[in-house]
């Protein structure tokens, strides 16, 4: 360690500066990127295994940085919700394929839409009961 004289005579200790680690930085950003479009086909992926790439790349042959830590740990999450909501999507096409039941739109029950539709003479009755309402 360098030490450089202070105002008073005594050695003090230079402070070093860390030099900031892009690799790391980058891993960061790729683990949110990928958490983020966990739900899109391959943003999640792509992100993930760069964030993955990236956090691995900036430990060199020293210890990993915090921030590429939590890069690493949010690509890896990304990575396994990809897989997690790409095999549950394999798994309904494949068990709506082998089901002979019809969709599940068919099996609902039509409604006429004027049955849905208030009675609007009940309505403006209601409304002018209301205090105020007398102008209606």
């Given at each position: ?13 230079k ?23 966990c739900?899109?086909?391959?943003g ?18 020293g210890?990993?940085?915090g921030?590429?830590?939590?890069g690493l ?5 990304a990575v ?13 096409a ?30 403006v ?12």
């Amino acid at each position: 360690m360098d030490y450089m004289e202070n105002d008073y005579g005594k050695p003090q200790q230079k402070q070093q500066e860390q030099s900031p680690n892009g690799m790391a930085t980058a891993s960061l950003v790729m683990g949110i990127l990928a958490l983020v479009t966990c739900c899109c086909w391959y943003g999640g992926l792509i992100f993930g295994g760069l964030g993955i790439l990236f956090a691995l790349l900036s430990r060199g042959s020293g210890k990993m940085e915090g921030s590429a830590t939590a890069g690493l740990i949010l690509s890896i999450t990304a990575v396994a919700l990809v897989i997690l909501v790409w095999s549950f999507l394999l798994l309904a096409a494949v068990s709506s394929e082998l089901s002979d039941s019809p969709g599940t739109f068919e099996n609902l029950p039509n409604m006429p839409v004027e049955e849905m539709l208030p009675d609007w003479d009940n309505v403006v009755s209601v409304l002018r009961r209301i205090p105020g309402g007398n102008g209606l």
